[in-house]
């Protein structure tokens, strides 16, 4: 079975949500990225609204997006990846059970604060009782829920799947990663990217998705796995950050004469900002063109027919590769 997008959306901190690659690059003096929130009345009710943390308003909003622009009501399956969950319940959760001696907690904060509440939030809003798993594998939560979502449709049980990935930041969380001297040379994020993978033809195609963690990633044995070569690729998205990044150096040194992307400078380093970066292919695909205050290196691609997507974190690195059809 051939597996396409159908349809795809995302909250970040440009301007991205229900449009396509914004021409011009929004920044920030702060020391992170948040989202730029969309009007999230269109799709939730003011009196839900108002129990939703940001990351389900995300969640929910972003994947009710990508149903209306696929036209589907119910998805047969709903996967969602997540590196650290609800953080700002998790945190209300602690500093109540803190402050009130643990004592009586609110359970609303706990019930809130699993990684698996987006998913389940979805699921009760659309009454969805089909599949519905969610993911925490880190930088490679996203990417786990992505291959999930392919293995369920190869094998026939599904034909329609709703996946995504989704994580925030808050004050709290950038000051433990501070501390922890996590996320060097870079800026911290959050954003949220979904997907309607189908079985029905659409313009761009999911040719694979490869885990490595290794310390390097050898792309061309990688590409070989696809069947393709490195000259075959006609853009790249990279997530570079530093100089001295590894895996982005050798990415530059081998695609250095095609058209290179990159995203986490504008986006945001966080668990599922790969989910970002696939939702910038699916758009590279289907605009069939690519703002220049995208492209890295300056060379525009003369076609777009496959897109390579890297993210790399320290020894965890994954491809994600698009076809157009």
């Keep these: 079975m051939d597996i396409y997008i159908k349809s795809s959306d995302s909250i970040s901190a440009q301007l991205s949500f229900e449009s396509g690659l914004p021409s011009t690059h929004e920044t920030t003096e702060e020391a992170f990225y948040n989202c730029i929130k969309p009007e999230y009345k269109k799709y939730i009710s003011p009196k839900l609204l108002r129990r939703m943390s940001p990351i389900i308003r995300n969640g929910v909003a972003c994947s009710l997006s990508v149903l209306n ?11 969602v990846g997540t590196a650290l969950g609800c953080l700002r319940d998790t945190t209300s959760f602690l500093t109540q059970l803190i402050e009130e001696n643990e004592e009586l907690p609110n359970p609303t904060y ?49 034909n329609n799947v709703l996946v995504g990935g989704v994580d925030e930041m808050s004050e709290n969380t950038f000051n433990l990663i501070k501390d922890l001297d996590c996320y060097k040379n870079t800026k911290p994020g959050e954003g949220a990217g979904f997907f309607i993978l189908s079985s029905e033809e659409s313009p761009v195609k999911l040719e694979g998705v490869k885990i490595i963690n290794e310390p390097a990633i050898d792309f061309e044995k990688e590409l070989q796995q696809f069947g393709l070569t490195p000259e075959d690729v006609d853009v790249v998205i990279g997530g570079d950050n530093f100089a001295d990044d590894k895996a982005y150096t050798d990415a530059n040194n081998l695609f250095g004469n095609i058209s290179y992307v990159w995203y986490k400078p504008f986006m945001g380093e966080f668990g599922t900002v790969s989910a970002i970066a696939l939702w910038m292919a699916t758009k590279v695909i289907e605009e069939k063109e690519i703002p220049d205050c995208w492209i890295k290196n300056g060379v525009k691609p003369d076609g777009i027919a496959n897109v390579l997507v890297i993210n790399s974190v320290g020894n965890e690195h994954s491809l994600m590769l698009l076809k157009a059809k």
């Excluded at 622009?69 to 996967?79: C, G, S, V």
């Excluded at 009454?127 to 026939?156: G, I, K, V």
């Design 110 to 158: 706990f019930i809130q604060s699993t990684h698996n509440t987006i998913a389940g939030q979805i699921a009760l809003l659309l009454t969805c009782h089909s599949y519905n798993f969610t993911f925490s594998q880190m930088h490679n939560s996203f990417e786990t829920a992505l291959l999930d979502a392919q293995m369920l449709m190869l094998d026939e049980k599904a």
């Design 69 to 79: 622009k696929a036209n589907l009501e119910q998805p047969d399956a709903i996967i």
